[in-house]
């Protein structure tokens, strides 16, 4: 299998805190990854990491078989690495299209015009249609969401980040949540996905890395990831 990301040896500390510890593991290209671990284990440090929000102090980031480690991160994101992130951010004066027409010229592959086309695309493809014009700011919680992956997809990844978009979520918005990110991998698109409802991450991950302060635990398919003493003692003690 081809390998779109590599994590080498990947180790961060905050003051006295080993936030990751010698962390490895790779992304295979087309592949959906999940991450989880009690809180505070390091999963949100490990994709800001990844998407160079964090800088680290140990380790290499590989990404289709160049060094990116001191990379930035507007420079990974026009390489096709993108976050969404937990707390959401559209820009809550500018409409849903202009949020997302944005995106597209940050992502730098795009003149306005052909931005303008992906943005109408995408906001096809979320069934945002009817809320094109509206405001970021008006929008309910869901569509916030919606719209990041929105603003996530026009910048055209090829590897896509999504921290624990589905807080808050009802569960007829995590399953409409869950055909997005399948869809979007279906498109080609490699996915690390970090969150919180276990029913999620076994949905849709071909495979399940498991951290616990700061240490990998496991690394499997995730059905056998699911089925780990050491997992399970992590998450529900002995
Ligand atoms: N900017 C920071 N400064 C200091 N400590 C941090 C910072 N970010 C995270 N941490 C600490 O690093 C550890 C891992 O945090 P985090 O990656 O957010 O965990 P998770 O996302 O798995 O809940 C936690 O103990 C957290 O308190
Ligand atoms: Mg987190």
Known sequence: MEKILQIENLTKNFGNLRALSSIQFDLNKGEIVGIIGPNGAGKSTLLNIISGVTPLDKGRIIFNGVDITNKRTFERCRLGIVKTSQIVQPFSKLTVFENIYLAAIYGGREKSKEASTKAEEIICFLNLKHLKNEYGGNLTLHEKR???????????????LLDENMGGL????????????????????????????????????????????????ADAATEEVFNDKNVLKAYFGE
């Open 146 to 160: 919606r719209l990041d992956f929105g603003r996530a997809l026009a910048t055209q990844p090829s590897i896509l």
């Open 170 to 217: 009802i569960p007829d918005e995590i399953d409409e949540a869950l055909r997005f990110i399948k869809d979007i991998n279906q498109s080609g698109v490699s996915i690390i996905i970090v969150e919180h409802v276990m029913s999620v991450v076994r949905g849709v991950s071909d495979r399940v890395v498991v951290l616990n302060y700061g240490e990998k635990i």
